[in-house]
Each structure stands twice: as structure tokens, then as C-alpha cells.
């Protein structure tokens, strides 16, 4: 494993969360990229077990982040990820809450909804074949995965409840 | 154009810190549900339809949708400070928690029973992401266009592994110009 570079991290980071559409799963594969790939700080499995355990948290969804930041480097690490994702959320905000109460018919935000959705439904798509490609698959973990996809499509459970029977499927080692 | 009605109530920093603390820890697996339900349904600080309209303003920015709902609200209702504690409220919880399960992982990560916990869930976590995957699917218009945009973003972030800048750089605006154009 490589030394942090936490600046570089810190910028990076800043970078992509300027760009982050439809949420914070679209931008997984490429913090994989970067933290995985290109820079060698944590093991493919590393990431996929730290995004699932953020995911058992209460709180919002791109706490992931914060948890890798911590995992890399303590509390400095969990500040350098977590503070990119404020900055552009927060000063953008801000400036369309104010533009908002101006201009309130929002006709240019649509058009930008309904064109970059296709784009968001990608790379979803590419998060979650990242995360299956970082376990080792066989016909049983398969299975569980067309199970949870029945279960959330047909129901509205608390995901967290399909977690914990993840984790029970694992310890009994069904999958 | 109309003007959008000026919040009649505001609310103090210390009562959105508050709000927000309880919906971020209530929060388990997506604190969405939780915003709507204690800012709609309990408090009726927001209807259902502003709450809407908010919600899809915030998954417009960029960013985490929740978090930019979170700022919109705290400014709405109690200015910069407002936003200021909303947020703070949102994030000093999870960030500990989050970094508890961090220790948590280092200590025990490596037993052999935390590994096969941790392997079913992942198995969850990366169907739920797919599963959010097939809901949009589910409403995407049945013409090639935004299907191909679709494959592509796949293919350039998740197989060809791309950076997504580069990605993005391209599919952004072509997906712009093909939406403008669809409007006219």
C-alpha cells in the first residue's frame, strides 16, 4: 500500500463533488479509480467492505467517504474526504436556494434533470457491478442478489432490515 | 413571473439543529424517508409539494441530495445561520458514528465471522445501488437516445474505467444538446 497524499486527495476530491450528479453512488467507481487503481492506497476489498459498513450507519449515504478518509489516515484522512463534499453542495445550494426565491419556474433545472439522468443511471450501474466484482461470486451470492432486487422493487422495506439479512446469510454461510 | 411565498415562520438555529439530529439518526439506510416524514408529517414546517419541489432541487445540485436539501431548508428558514446549524445537526452524528465503525473495522475487521457478515451485506449494499438502477429504468423513455447515453457512461466508468471527468466531459453536454433539442 502507497503513503497518502492527502493533498492531492483533498483536491481530487473537491473536483469530482463539483461534478457529482444524482448523488453520491455515481461518483463511487471513480473514488475506486483513484483510491483503488491509480494510487494503490486500500484493496478493492477493502473499499467494497468500508462502502457496506457506511451504508449500516445511520446518516446519509456518502458518509462512505468519511469512513475511507478515517480508514486512510485517522481524523485528518476523514476531514480531507468529507470537507470536498460540503463545499461545492453547500455553496451551490445557497446560490440556487437564492436564485430560486428569484426565479422560481426552474424550466433550465428540468431540462438539466431530464438530460443528465440516463448519464446518472450508468454509472449506477457501474457502482454496483464494482461492488459485486470485489467479493468472490458464486451461484449463491447470485441468488441473493436477484432476492434483494425482488424484495426492494415489490416492497418498501427499510433497506437497512435487507442489510442485516445480508449479514445473517453471510455469518450462517449461505452465500 | 410569480414569486415564490416568503416562509412565514422562522425557525431558531438551535430548533433546525435539533430537527436535523433527529433525521440523520433516525436515518438508517437513507435519510430521505426520515426528512420528509419529520419535516412534512410531524412538524409541518414544509407541504408536500414545496417538500417536492425542494428535494428535487437539491438531487439537481450537485452533491449528496439530502445534504443540499438539508442547507436549503436551514437557509430557508433561519438564513445563513440557519443553514449553518441544519447542517451542523445533519453531520456531527453520522461523522462520529461513521468513524466508530471505522475503529470498530480495524479492530475486528479481520475475524473470520465479521468477513462473512460483511461479505452477505456487500452483496445487499451493491444490489440496492442496482435497484435504484432499475427504478429509473423503469421510467426512462423507450427511444434509443438516452438508453445509449446510458450504455455509454456504463461502459466509459465501469468497464473501460475511465476517469469520470472524461466521461462526463463528453456525455454531459451531448446529453444537454439532445435534451434542448428534444424541447424545441
Known amino acids: ?175 | 413571473m410569480e414569486q415564490s411565498p416568503a416562509p412565514a415562520t422562522r425557525i431558531s438555529a438551535l430548533q433546525l439543529f435539533l430537527t436535523f439530529s433527529r433525521i440523520t439518526l433516525c436515518g438508517f439506510g437513507g435519510v430521505g424517508f426520515w426528512a420528509r416524514r419529520v419535516l412534512v408529517e410531524r412538524l409541518g414546517w414544509l407541504t408536500e409539494k414545496e417538500y417536492v419541489e425542494l428535494f428535487s432541487l437539491g438531487q439537481l445540485i450537485p452533491g449528496p441530495p439530502v445534504f443540499n436539501l438539508t442547507v436549503l431548508v436551514g437557509h430557508r428558514f433561519g438564513g445563513w445561520t440557519g443553514a449553518a446549524a441544519a447542517v451542523s445537526g445533519f453531520l456531527l452524528w453520522p461523522c462520529l458514528m461513521v468513524v466508530g465503525m471505522g475503529v470498530l473495522y480495524q479492530r475486528y475487521g479481520a475475524l473470520p465471522q465479521v468477513r462473512s457478515a460483511l461479505g452477505g451485506m456487500l452483496i445487499v449494499a451493491a444490489a440496492l445501488i442496482f435497484s435504484t438502477f432499475l427504478k429509473m429504468a423503469k421510467v426512462l423513455p423507450l427511444s434509443w437516445r438516452p438508453w445509449l447515453l446510458a450504455i455509454l457512461a456504463f461502459v466509459g466508468v465501469g468497464v473501460l474505467r475511465w476517469p469520470l471527468f472524461w466521461v462526463l466531459g463528453v456525455l454531459a453536454p451531448l446529453a444537454l444538446l439532445a435534451a434542448w433539442k428534444e424541447q424545441l
Open chain 1, 1 to 175: 500500500m502507497h503513503r497518502v497524499d492527502l493533498t492531492a486527495l483533498f483536491l481530487h476530491s473537491l473536483a469530482l463533488w463539483f461534478v457529482a450528479i444524482g448523488g453520491p453512488s455515481t461518483v463511487l467507481p471513480e473514488f475506486h479509480r483513484y483510491l483503488v487503481e491509480a494510487n494503490q492506497l486500500m484493496t478493492s476489498t477493502d473499499f467494497a467492505e468500508l462502502y457496506t459498513l457506511a451504508q449500516a450507519a445511520p446518516g446519509p449515504n456518502f458518509m462512505y467517504v468519511t469512513l475511507m478518509g478515517w480508514h486512510l489516515a485517522g481524523w485528518a484522512g476523514a476531514l480531507t474526504m468529507t470537507i470536498p463534499v460540503l463545499i461545492p453542495a453547500t455553496t451551490l445550494s445557497l446560490l440556487v436556494s437564492h436564485l430560486n426565491q428569484r426565479y422560481p419556474n426552474g424550466a433550465i433545472g428540468r431540462l438539466f434533470n431530464r438530460a443528465l439522468i440516463p448519464i446518472t443511471m450508468g454509472l449506477m450501474c457501474a457502482s454496483s457491478t464494482i461492488l459485486m466484482r470485489a467479493v468472490n461470486h458464486n451461484w449463491r451470492a447470485y441468488l441473493l442478489t436477484l432476492i434483494t432486487l425482488a424484495v426492494v422493487m415489490r416492497t418498501s422495506w427499510n433497506p437497512l432490515w435487507l442489510l442485516a439479512a445480508g449479514a445473517m446469510a453471510g455469518v450462517l454461510g449461505l452465500v
